[in-house]
């Protein structure tokens, strides 16, 4: 039982951090870039999470990546585009306006519209009580 419970500790490698896991680049312009990025690019482990506000293993070696192309001399949107081709789309705070992603784009403005209609009808009812 105690073996069970205790899975979750092992879940992590013993291997160092990748190198710019969490090292900043010498360069002010490059290091912007990349952490723009990363502000939208979501961790795979955590899910609720920006791969620049995690803690993850996965997310540093993302960090670590990110850096290293940006380095190199890669634009930041050919490494989205390269992430978003190995991960989906699913990856991205900020998705494509696609057929399949309509719904979320329009999902606030109608949820604000629902409950704007809904709460005209409860002030009509209590002018009339």
Known sequence: MALALAGPVFADSLLPP?????????DPRQERQAKALMETIRCLV???????????EMAGDMRSLIR???????SPESIRAWLISRYGEWVSYQ????PAT??????????LLG???LARGRFRRRRRA
């Not at 990748?18 to 010498?26: E, M, P, S, T």
């Not at 290293?68 to 890669?74: S, Y």
């Not at 998705?95 to 696609?98: F, N, T």
């Not at 309509?102 to 949820?111: E, K, Q, S, V, Y």
């Open 46 to 56: 955590c899910q609720g999470q920006s791969i620049a506000d995690s803690n993850a």
């Open 18 to 26: 990748a190198r710019y896991a969490n090292v900043q680049l010498a």
């Open 95 to 98: 998705p494509k306006l696609e």
């Open 115 to 117: 409950g704007l209609w």
């Open 68 to 74: 290293e192309r940006i380095q190199a001399g890669e």
């Open 102 to 111: 309509m719904m979320l784009w329009a999902a606030p403005a109608l949820l």
